[in-house]
């Protein structure tokens, strides 16, 4: 790893929980891109948007080195029940549409 790299600041990816019985909620990162450990970085309390308290974050393992909070990529949404009809219906018609007997 260059130098250049190092100091550019890594993605981790977060999951917002609260602390039972209060206000306070926090971000978790589940794996640090560092040292692989659990991390918890305070997100605000409940009437504050805790997606502001995203960003750029030093790392509790190496404060010399940051890191950005970010929120997980959102799996790809499957299509509806029409393109699944469409895509059988393409399938069933091409078999008998061709003159290869």
């Known amino acids: 790893m260059a130098k250049k790299d190092r100091r550019t600041p890594q993605q981790a990816f ?9 206000r306070v ?3 978790v990162v589940d794996a640090c891109p560092y040292c ?3 991390h ?7 009437r504050n948007d805790p997606g502001e308290s995203l960003g750029e974050y030093p790392a509790p ?4 080195r940051p890191y950005e909070l970010a929120l ?5 949404r499957k299509g509806g ?3 699944r009809r469409k895509a059988r219906r393409d399938a069933k ?3 008998w549409d061709e003159d290869n007997w």
């Open 25 to 27: 909620m926090f971000w």
């Open 40 to 46: 918890l970085h305070v997100a605000g309390n409940i």
């Open 14 to 22: 977060v999951t917002l929980r609260d602390m039972p019985g209060t």
């Open 93 to 95: 018609t091409d078999v």
């Open 81 to 83: 029940k029409d393109a």
């Open 61 to 64: 393992c190496q404060p010399d």
């Open 72 to 76: 997980p990529p959102q799996p790809k």
């Open 36 to 38: 692989g450990e659990r």
